[in-house]
């Protein structure tokens, strides 16, 4: 599996940004797909993640901010979000796999990141 993100950028604090993952490969295996980021010094963190069944979350730090949405016929995953802080900074990676688990767990597909990039 195969998997390509995009749409990381400068935006002011306030602003809207909106990534895009599209996968490719033996998709069939993947049910579940999520977003992580790498913020300046910090640790990889789970951001959020969507089952094949619409199925979502979100780590509290973007509840009600972020909203993750899913495009099986197009094999895309598409993260949205509104509100950004500073804090949002980081590098995000496109993540997916067989099972909740997995991806929870890191350990499935693994995109290269973009990089978002908050301003005050």
């Known amino acids: 599996v195969q998997l390509q993100a995009s749409g990381g950028g400068l935006v002011q604090a306030g602003g809207s940004l909106k990534l895009s993952c599209s996968a490719s490969?033996?998709?069939?295996?993947?049910?579940?797909m999520g977003w992580y980021r790498q913020g300046p010094g910090k640790r990889r963190e789970w951001v959020t993640y969507?089952?094949?069944?619409?199925?979502?979350d979100y780590t509290d730090l973007v509840k009600g901010r972020f909203t993750i949405s899913r495009d099986k016929a197009n094999n895309a995953v598409y993260l949205q979000m509104d509100s950004l802080k500073p804090e949002d900074t980081a590098v995000y990676y496109c993540?997916?796999?067989?099972?909740?688990?997995?991806?929870?767990?890191?350990?499935?597909?693994w995109g290269q990141g973009t990089l978002v990039t908050v301003s005050s």
């Open positions: 490969g033996s998709i069939y295996s993947i049910n579940v």
């Open positions: 969507i089952t094949n069944g619409g199925q979502t």
């Open positions: 993540h997916a796999g067989r099972t909740l688990g997995t991806v929870l767990g890191g350990t499935g597909y």
